[in-house]
């Protein structure tokens, strides 16, 4: 069975830092590229950050570059995302999902379309307070 389990959220502050975690299993996790979308209440799923697990190359969406690190320990079979400088506007359900195909997941990320990557997460909440 395939799970991917996304931790690590809260509340905090603005210009606080949150580290999420996505624990998987049931893949070959080095075939897949690993995404963190987020959904903020009344809005459509947004693509955060992507890393392809074979050769560890990151993709980000603009308005986090700079602030949010996507990170992998295939021994683990876990990705990181660090989120420093936080913003209200950062507020959302944050989700990971996984493709074998990096191409597409960037596509989704652009899209927003979670729910057409392969495997995805149940999310978790992040609120930042202003």
Sequence with gaps: EVQLVESGGGL???GGSLKL?????G?????????WFRQ?????????????NSDG???????????????SDNARNTVFLQMNSLKPEDTAVYYC???RLLAYTLEAMRAGALDGMDYRGK???VTVSS
């Design 123 to 125: 999310g978790t909440l």
């Design 27 to 35: 893949f070959t996790f080095g075939d897949y590229t690993i995404a």
């Design 97 to 99: 999902a996984a493709d």
């Design 21 to 25: 975690s996505c624990a998987s299993s």
């Design 57 to 71: 190359s990151t993709s980000y969406a603009d308005s986090v570059k700079g602030r949010f690190t996507i990170s």
């Design 40 to 52: 903020a209440p009344g809005k459509d799923p947004e693509g955060v950050a992507c890393i392809k």
């Design 12 to 14: 905090v502050q603005a």
